[in-house]
């Protein structure tokens, strides 16, 4: 109950930080602290029960970091990219609205308001679930020499997912909340609601958020 309460407390931080655009500046991210990272491997695992809501304005922004924020001076990011392409778009479903993360300014465009997190996904926990992360790949951000194989571009679209989603797998377990990878998602829908085309690659989705 006492969760529930600071949790209802802290969505209203969240909902005062909106521009009146509807886009999101993140404050900076909390770059130390945290639990060990041996700890969080311990904890890491795949939740299937989220407490439905919001997390606050320092939470996100950590999540995001960890998820794809820049971590160095020279643009690069917390993971791996292959040639450092940052070929992946990372789209943010939360129950206030769906955005695209920008990593370099570190912040949130709103694609669309309103609460489309159901659409990612038809298993009951991830209409609940604070942040549904969905990972698409920009191919055009290959260079045209070596766009020759499409099965290679995919599967490190894949691989960079995965890379991501690590990090967001131990942030989760840092704060004691779940997190859980899922591949079964309305493309049709993400399509239209995000207005993708030919050369996007769908890859691979994750919830995150606080558990009951
Ligand atoms: C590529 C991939 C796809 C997955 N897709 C789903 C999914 O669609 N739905 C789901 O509930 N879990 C999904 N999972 C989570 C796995 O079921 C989970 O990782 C596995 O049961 C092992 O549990 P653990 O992560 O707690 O170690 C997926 C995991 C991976 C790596």
């Not at 949790?7 to 060990?36: H, M, R, T, Y």
């Not at 995001?64 to 643009?75: C, K, P, S, T, Y």
């Not at 990372?90 to 465009?109: C, D, N, Q, W």
């Not at 951000?141 to 690590?166: V, Y």
Request: hydrophobic share 40%.
């Amino acid at each position: 109950m006492k969760k529930l309460i600071l949790f209802a407390v802290l969505s209203f931080f969240v909902s005062s930080a909106f521009a009146s655009d509807g886009n999101i500046k993140l404050p900076a991210p909390e770059k130390s602290g945290g639990i060990g990272v041996l700890d969080a491997l311990s904890a890491r695992q795949s939740a299937r029960d989220f407490v439905d809501g919001e997390i606050t304005l320092q939470q996100l922004s950590n999540l995001l970091w960890a998820a794809g924020g820049v971590n160095r001076e020279d643009g690069k990011l917390t993971y791996a990219t292959a040639m450092n392409l940052q070929d992946m778009i990372i789209f943010v479903f939360m129950k206030s609205g769906t955005y695209r993360y920008e990593p370099s300014a570190h912040s949130l465009t709103l694609i669309a308001e309103g609460d489309n997190r159901a659409l990612t996904g038809g298993q009951p926990f991830v209409a609940k679930a604070a942040v549904d992360l969905l990972y698409i790949q920009d191919t055009e951000k290959w260079p045209e020499s070596r766009r020759g194989d499409p099965a290679t571009i995919l599967n490190c679209g894949f691989a960079h997912a995965g890379l991501s989603m690590q990090n967001v797998y131990l942030y989760a377990a840092s704060q004691g909340w779940g997190a859980r990878t899922r591949m079964n998602f309305d493309r049709e829908g993400l399509t239209k609601l995000l207005g993708l085309t030919e050369k996007h690659n769908f890859t691979l989705m994750q919830c995150a958020g606080p558990k009951p």
